[in-house]
């Protein structure tokens, strides 16, 4: 029973860090996307995220492998992180001019 148990947590460890550097990945790739958005002027950066929905949408409708409910979600995600990007532009200090 013991034996069982110690190969249990085993398994759960190494699931544990399997996520857990899943989620360093996501987050390396979200960190590279908003750095990326913020160094595109406005017309690029619109052009950048109109391509990417038209793609996430086109491989969504072309494929029966790919489901409607996972194309939204990754969507879904992708407009948050472009969200994100914005708002740091929009509130970077350097970008303010400070003499008003």
């Not at 950066?45 to 793609?55: T, W």
């Not at 996972?70 to 303010?96: C, G, K, Y």
């Amino acid at each position: 029973m013991k034996n069982l148990v110690i190969e249990l947590l085993l398994k759960l460890a190494k699931v544990d860090a399997k996520t857990k550097e899943l989620v360093a990945q996501v987050d390396a790739q979200a960190l590279m996307l908003a750095a990326m958005v913020l160094t595109l002027d406005n017309r690029g950066d619109a052009y950048l995220s109109s391509n990417i929905q038209k793609a996430i949408c086109s491989a969504a409708a072309a494929s029966t492998e790919i489901f409607q409910s996972d194309a939204d979600l990754l969507l879904r995600h992708f407009l948050r992180l472009m969200t994100i990007a914005q708002f740091v532009e929009a509130n970077d200090p350097a970008q303010t001019d400070i003499a008003g």
